[in-house]
């Protein structure tokens, strides 16, 4: 009786976990299905799915493999705004007309889209994480700490890049040497940018300098890993799939690097605000070990003024801010000059003028016009992303003309104008003068440059989240450029051609696409000025 009791409610308690499974399956599959019809409230989706397609995933991988394409489309069609279904959600795609009532509208709020984009609420992708005084202190010490500081680094971040040549690129004169572009950009930019953010003995760590690659390196593949997943189920996935593993094992051996250092920076710079506010008993003998001028781990601790933030996690996420787009366009940049060998004789002579007479100093990048122009162009015709001013509102908006924005939409601004003929003439060629010829002309001097944001070039943002790493960001590339071009001779190999790689809204220089380097004797020297 007791067997045939237990067989009984075995079967019953089957039975209801197979309905529970099957109604909880049809209730996610039609959710999945629905939602993006429920948050547009009816508005029609640009690639929809179709035919016989009954889940998104057809439309995600067509926006995968064709986002600027879908993008021309779309707005063939639908010149002022439209909804499509991305890599991960379906989002409206604005014209940068809308550009100036978006940039500085605070319902249009960047850090809840980061967030959900990056998956800041699962662990090892903190750094995203919607933390209103961590962002505070990592927007406010880039914007007014090293962006006033940065005349007074222009020289160390021409030795370390310098240094990172020397080591990652070729000394022979024969030749020239297939080297892997992105790659050396890459390491010689986190020398330069580690050398200012964290200052010595960090900076010349071989552990940390890895580290801060690798890891900006993981993150993003890591968070490209895991929007395959139904957003319930990524903290789930993230537990296991390889790459998110890894991600969190390099924030680990990060931290335990940059912990006892931080702690040490950390005393010093309350030992200094106690002195600024005339409190003697709180004063400690600290032994000074660094830049007099400081560093961004002691400017972030003066910009929090005491509120409690997480110091290494700051350091992690300012060093993949900067190396990730920086190195991006300065490879992108060199992938340019390889073709046009008369535009790199004109930097050259640039390089021998100005830096020749006025030395390694910030007024000297400024008259570095033509440089300037080279790699605004390059952001032109190839931003990291075809879409800017990410954001996700916070109540319903109405624009000007009427255009009616839900609350919790993603929306993006979109970079194509930079490539209409109303904008530019011969939109899809690369100019290296172009903005140089333009900034020559009345009334457009400020606009034409590279750390400028406009309705016209969207490269950094616009508005109050633009960029605020630009001008650091302009300096590091410009330094690099100038003892590239004096010491190397530039060529595409055989065969080879530095396609784009455009994934989703993302576009990237390519990091496989080798090119050929040959060392020049210079016609001065760049390390004695």
Known sequence: MLQSLLQNNFVAVLGLLIVFGTATSLTWTA???????????????????????????????RFQRGARELFKAAFAQHPNAFYIMTDTDVELILDSKYAPEVRNDRRFDIGKYNEDMFHGTIAGFEMFENDHVLERVFVETVRNKLTRAIGKFVKPISLEAADGLREYWTDDTGIPAPTRNHSCVLRTIAKQSS??????????????????????????????????????????AAKFLPLCKKLRAEAQEA???????????????????????????????????????????????????????????????????????????????LFNLCSRPELVNDLRKEVIEVIGQQGWVKPALYQLKLMDSVLKETQRLKPISIGTMVRTTTSPVTFSDGLQVPANTRTLVSCHNMWTESVHENPEVFDGYRFLKLRQLPGQENWTQLVSTSNNHLGFGHGMHACPGRFFAATTAKVLIAHVVLKYDLKLLDGQKPVIIEHGAAQYANVWCPIGVRRRREEIDLSDL
């Not at 993006?36 to 995600?60: C, H, M, Q």
């Not at 890591?222 to 990524?234: M, T």
């Not at 008993?281 to 781990?297: C, L, Q, Y």
Request: aromatic share 8%; charged share 25%; proline share 6%.
């Open 195 to 236: 050398r200012v953010f964290q200052g010595p003995p960090l900076c010349y760590n071989p552990d940390w300098l890895r580290i801060t690659v690798n890891h900006t390196v993981t993150f993003f593949e890591a968070a490209e890993s895991l929007k395959v997943w139904p957003h319930p189920l990524r903290p789930l």
């Open 31 to 61: 959710f999945t299905i629905l939602s993006p019809y429920l948050r547009v409230k009816g508005a029609k989706i640009f690639n929809d799915r179709t035919g016989s397609e009954i889940l998104w995933t057809n439309a995600r991988k």
């Open 255 to 333: 931290r335990r690097i940059i912990t006892p250092i931080l702690e040490e920076r950390l005393k010093r710079a309350q030992a200094r605000m106690a002195e600024k506010n005339n409190l003697p008993e709180k004063k400690t003998e600290v032994k000074e070990e660094g830049d007099s001028d400081g560093n961004m781990i002691e400017w972030a601790e003066e910009t929090a003024n005491g509120a409690i933030y997480d110091a290494a996690l700051l350091q992690m996420k300012v060093s993949l801010a900067s190396i990730h787009t920086t190195s991006d366009l300065v490879s992108q940049t």
